[in-house]
């Protein structure tokens, strides 16, 4: 813990000598307070509307959630699916690849088309955009399996599909973690490109707030988005240290 | 039984496994790996000796069906296919699975009764490891590993062991005690095994026979050796270290050969 501090100190330096700077210059006047506002407007804006603040920071991570648990789910199936019938791997992947290339906020229009204004949308692009990472990195740990134990393994000509129960799931498993690491940012940025366009959440505050020429409350937002963020990684390093403290899924012993 | 009685059984027994002009040739080599001929009667404990790449991994491949031999005839009387246990070089226990799960998992992949779970800590047990049940691989020493790895091809009551260099990596107190685990598994459960070491004092230890193979993959000499009881002691013995010293002085006429 110490260690750590000790290790960020510089980062926690810089940052508040960043913090002092850019009060004084915002104090001093030198740039227009509607442009850039001072660190301690965007406090007393965040402790003045923090009520709206948390409530539509609690809408976009629902929308995450529902985001990243269906690619998990998804990208975990087809990841397996593809891997086991490498004839639908050839046939589906390129296509899947579209997930990852499309610009999100090309097709956010279109989510609107389909499911109307409001969370399903809000969710499917939060969902578009993280599945890729999960299904690349999954379809790769399967695909990485130590062939020492391949070899330990088939000596008792398991069927095709224990052997992807008993050795390549969890093999895989921390690259499904990896995988999961990556997507939760890009469901954060989904998410929230969502709302801009179907409303709702941190999106559509952030966005309202421009229109309103309200510079501090775009600051609370984005600052509430990183945070947001932040703390869902840690969340799921947090889960898969746990996991991997209680059983060690590596490669080699 | 004593070693002499099972030479003796050994003689009259049936062949449980005959090789004739047995080949190996990988796609990539201009030679053959293997070009042998031997068998091995019931009860008889073998070793395969050889100076390092003669092929004798190679050979208990082919015999475990890892690989698929290139030329030749090679017989597995019926009784014995599908009850030969195979243990590696190195342990090479499933990271994630502990002792338990380890032991479990031909048990598991074969479909038969996994939930023997009694039988699997009485295994463990007898072989030491009774407080090391739960335990996963990477909190276990060299030596714990490989006895993990020997029950767990133990736990579907095979009646053929066929073990590559698996003390190899070990000190040599550990080496010694699980030299004498694998006599008194031989004895207690009518074991038989084919043990491929390039140590000449281990396979003289080991084996009622000496196979040592030179660098052709040929078999060089072939020996029944025999010894009343065998446990560490005898290694000081005048009669073990005379054929020790027969071993050696053949073995290194093929490491110069080569």
Redesign the interface.
Known sequence: MIAAMRRNLPAWTFLAILLVVWQIVVGAGWIASYLLPAPSDIYATTVELWPELRAATLQTLGSIVWGLTGSFAIGVSLAIAFFSVPILRRAVLPFCVFFQTVPIVAIAPLLVIWFGFGDTTVRASAFIVSLFPILANTLTGLEETDP??R????????SKW??IR??QI?SA?PYILTGLRISVGLATIGAIVGEFIAGGGLGSLIDSARTQQRVDLVFAGVLASSVLALALVLTIDLISGALLRR??????? | MTDAAARADATIGETLIDAHDLTKRFANRAQDTLRLSFSIPARQCVSLLGPSGCGKTTLLRVLMGIEAPTGGALTIAPGLAGNVSYVFQEPRLVPWRSSFENVRLPLELTGRDAERSGEIRTLLASLGLGERVEHFPRELSGGMQMRVALARALITQPKMLLLDEPFAALDERTRFRLQDLLLDLRERLGLQYVFVTHSIAEAVYLGDRVLLMNRSGQIDTDRAISFGKRDQSLKLSSEFNAQVRAFSERFATLERDA
Do not use: A, H, N, Q
């Open positions: 020492l134990l070899e330990l393994f088939g000596l008792y000509k398991p224990k052997m008993s050795l969890p498993i059983r060690p899924y590596t490669r080699s012993g």
